[in-house]
């Protein structure tokens, strides 16, 4: 099992945990495990992310805000500043602890889980689009199009150009 294929196992049970709490009556004690459980979320969408990133797409990401605007620039997420939202968020979680706070982050949750569905249904259909490493180009990715002609693309040297080899390969 890969670095990336264990973070997204752990990604996925952290998602379906926080979607469990969530299906549950609002008490003060599942609103705050609701927000503890999106806090290991966010934690590992932003690794899982990162992993992705750097083991399909040679991209290195150091911190979830710069992460997630890797993940727009590669068309992994809609361009969205909610996704910076919800570090802030998760960030605001960790250190402070506020009534009023925990209301407001609770009500957001259920947009919050939409967002990290749609990165992990992507992240699992980006995956079945695999980059292999060929000698002599950095990355060799093909996928087939909407009308069934297959792509292949080729990124050359450390600047990340793109090449595109053509239809079919030719």
Same mark, same amino acid.
């Given at each position: ?5 264990a ?10 945990r ?12 599942? #609103? ?10 966010? @934690? ?11 083991? $399909?797409?040679?991209? #290195? ?13 590669q068309?992994?997420? @809609?361009? @969205? ?9 998760r960030?605001?979680?960790? $250190?402070? $602890? ?12 259920? #947009?919050?889980?939409? $967002? ?10 980006? #995956? ?5 490493r ?9 996928f087939?199009?909407?009308n ?9 040297g ?8 053509g239809?079919?390969?030719?």
């Open positions: 099992m890969t670095k990336y294929e973070t997204k196992n752990d990604f996925a049970t952290a998602l379906a926080l979607k469990e709490v969530l299906a549950l009556p609002k008490t003060a004690i599942t #609103r705050d495990s609701a927000i503890q459980r999106f806090e290991f979320t966010l @934690d590992l969408a932003w690794k899982t992310t990162k992993t992705f990133l750097e083991e $399909y797409r040679g991209i #290195r990401c150091a911190s979830p805000k710069n992460c997630f605007k890797e993940a727009f620039q068309g992994l997420i @809609d361009h @969205d500043p909610f996704w910076l939202d919800l570090v802030d968020l960030n605001d979680t960790v $250190y402070t $602890y506020k009534e009023e706070l925990a209301e407001s982050v609770f009500r957001q949750l259920p #947009r919050a889980l939409e $967002y990290f569905d749609k990165l992990f249904a992507q992240l699992e259909n980006e #995956r079945a689009v695999k980059g292999v060929v000698k002599g180009v950095r990355y060799l990715f093909s087939f199009g909407a069934g002609v297959r792509y292949l693309f080729s990124f050359f450390a600047n990340g150009v793109r090449s595109r080899l239809e079919n390969g030719v």
